[in-house]
């Protein structure tokens, strides 16, 4: 193992943040797609299936994974999403076709089920509504079913459902993706909009204090991206107060160091939606300031055929069943920085998605759940990401890509526990073959100490955890790891993903 003679570098200063970690950047996905819902959250007769039907292995899975929020139920989903067919006795509930993923749909998993399973996992509900096939008045009806704490119709009907207490769902999405030409009932950036106004003036009638996203562009490689979200905003930015971003990364045909500088991409992605943002500010002379819901993102092999055999309109098939390695998990970690990093306007976040479809959690109907090899940056972060973010200004050797040009081989950022002056650094090191010396300036925190450096690669960069091996990949701690004379000094391995965390020295 060679390392470069030159070390990366960054100084860390509390007088130099960034912004406050949102607790709902670690949000997640629920989407009635593939086996996320069946054989992975929910599986009546599993051996580990409590009552009404959670597996609970699954639960203590996303317990420890961290996830604050969860989206709901989609995705391309919700854009057919008769909501009532999802609530009373399930024996009543419709069978219906799903168009956006071509599977049948049997409702025994609703919004009452996905109620429960978020106070089980202690997330928060993060709901979207059906502007697709369906609009204003439909909203209504699911916010009021929802929320409202009795005495109507609606609300009447979730009590006798079984739910005498109203859900309280605060962040609603305004649809998903309607820019796609795949979504059904997919609008101009001039239809979307006016209906995405309509829509939260209306619910806002309801309840005023509600957090509502509106659609930004499904990708930053729509050829109507930056005009779609200014469009948008114009219509509805007194209203709303998120615009989502989705994102996927994939290796495109061999190009490992472009992918491993994914999070380039992430980071001007961001950037640009900010400065559309805040040019639509301007322009409107409003003082409020548009946050971001980076409510879809994740590795995603789109281009992979599936390995498995599915036929139009089966239940729960197996689609987007990605098996990560170590390298995904570099990226993925990459990824989570680049989130962090922008923390001052990124104030929500869904990976996408929790269990089966390209998740962290994994399972076998009736069998064994395991985490994936992404599962561990998520929890890290989850865990010890909590605070300030600082600023990171790396210097830092670079290397070359074919898609991003020169790329700092050092990706990284810390976050600060302003209470405890406990900090943690996550950084990746991007070279597949060499080591990163790392020299981080702590004389602008005062004296620390390191608690602990847990590393996440591996000799194999292809190796995955799976059934079978469950943890054939798992972090492990580094070695010398110190600090000396207010100057961390660490070595990260090639192709990396790093936690360093430290502690404050008392006097």
């Given at each position: 193992?060679?390392?470069p ?6 100084t860390?200063?509390?007088a ?14 629920v ?5 996320c819902?069946y054989?992975g ?8 299936a ?6 609970q ?22 854009s ?39 106070a089980?996992?202690?997330t ?18 699911l ?6 704490p009795?005495g ?7 009590a ?16 998903n ?5 795949w979504?059904t ?8 909009g ?8 209306a ?10 996203v509106?659609c ?15 469009t ?5 930015y ?5 615009i989502?971003l989705?994102?996927y990364?994939e ?5 490992r ?8 991409d992430?980071?001007?992605?961001i ?14 002379k ?8 980076f ?22 098939p197996?689609?987007l069943?990605d098996v ?30 929790l ?11 009736g ?15 989850s865990?010890?990401?909590?605070g300030?973010?600082l ?8 290397y ?22 406990d ?10 073959t060499?080591a990163?010396?790392?020299e981080?300036?702590?004389?602008g925190?005062g004296?620390h ?20 091996r ?6 492990h701690p ?8 207010g100057?961390?000094?660490a070595?990260?391995?090639p ?6 965390r430290l ?5």
């Amino acid at each position: 193992m060679s390392r470069p003679t030159t070390p990366a570098r960054f100084t860390l200063d509390s007088a130099f943040g960034i912004g406050a970690v949102h607790p709902r950047l670690y949000g997640s996905f629920v989407e009635h797609l593939g086996r996320c819902v069946y054989t992975g959250i929910y599986e009546p007769g599993h051996p580990q299936a409590d009552a009404d039907g959670l597996r609970q292995d699954v639960l203590e899975l996303i317990r420890e994974l961290g996830v604050t929020t969860v989206r709901y139920p989609g995705g391309n989903f919700v854009s057919g999403y008769r909501w009532e067919d999802s609530v009373g006795p399930r024996e009543e509930r419709p069978v219906r076709l799903d168009l956006a993923w071509k599977s049948t749909e049997t409702n025994e998993f609703g919004l009452g089920e996905f109620m429960d399973f978020c106070a089980k996992t202690g997330t928060e509900p993060m709901m979207a509504v059906n502007l697709g096939t369906r609009g204003v008045e439909d909203a209504l009806r699911l916010l009021e079913y929802s929320n409202h704490p009795g005495g109507t119709e609606l609300s009447d009907r979730r009590a006798a459902h079984g739910a005498k207490e109203p859900y309280g769902i605060k962040m609603w999405c305004l649809g998903n993706e309607m820019d796609g030409p795949w979504q059904t009932g997919h609008k101009t950036a001039e239809e979307y909009g006016r209906l995405a106004a309509e829509t939260a003036r209306a619910m806002r009638m309801i309840q005023p204090d509600l957090e509502l996203v509106a659609c930004g562009s499904s990708s930053s490689g729509m050829p109507t991206f930056a005009a779609w979200e200014a469009t948008v905003l114009e219509a509805a930015y007194d209203l709303v107060d998120h615009i989502s971003l989705h994102a996927y990364y994939e290796e495109i045909d061999g190009d490992r160091d472009s992918f491993l500088a994914s999070a380039v991409d992430m980071e001007h992605f961001i950037e640009s939606v900010v400065a559309t943002c805040d040019h639509v500010r301007a322009r409107l002379k409003e003082k409020k300031r548009i946050n971001l819901s980076f409510d879809e993102w994740n590795v995603w092999y789109q281009k992979r055929p599936n390995p498995h055999q599915v036929e139009d309109w089966q239940q729960a098939p197996r689609l987007l069943e990605d098996v990560y390695t170590v390298t995904d998990a570099v990226v993925f970690g990459s990824l989570l920085i680049a989130l962090l990093r922008h923390a001052d306007r990124v104030t929500a976040a869904s990976l996408a998605q929790l269990v089966n479809v390209i998740a962290p959690i994994m399972t076998e109907p009736g069998g064994a759940a395991w985490r994936q090899t992404t599962f561990f940056p998520f929890a890290q972060a989850s865990t010890y990401g909590r605070g300030r973010v600082l600023r990171v200004d790396v210097d830092s050797p670079t290397y070359t890509t074919a898609r991003f040009g020169d790329v700092p081989l050092l990706h990284a950022t810390a976050v600060m526990d302003d209470e405890t002056g406990d900090i943690t650094v996550f950084a990746v090191n991007r070279s597949q073959t060499d080591a990163l010396p790392l020299e981080i300036d702590l004389r602008g925190i005062g004296a620390h100490t390191v608690v602990e450096h847990l590393v996440l690669a591996d000799s194999d960069p292809e190796a995955t955890n799976t059934a079978d091996r469950p943890d054939r990949v798992t972090p492990h701690p580094a070695t010398g790891t110190t600090v000396t004379d207010g100057v961390l000094h660490a070595e990260l391995e090639p192709l990396s993903w790093n936690m360093i965390r430290l502690t404050g020295l008392q006097d």
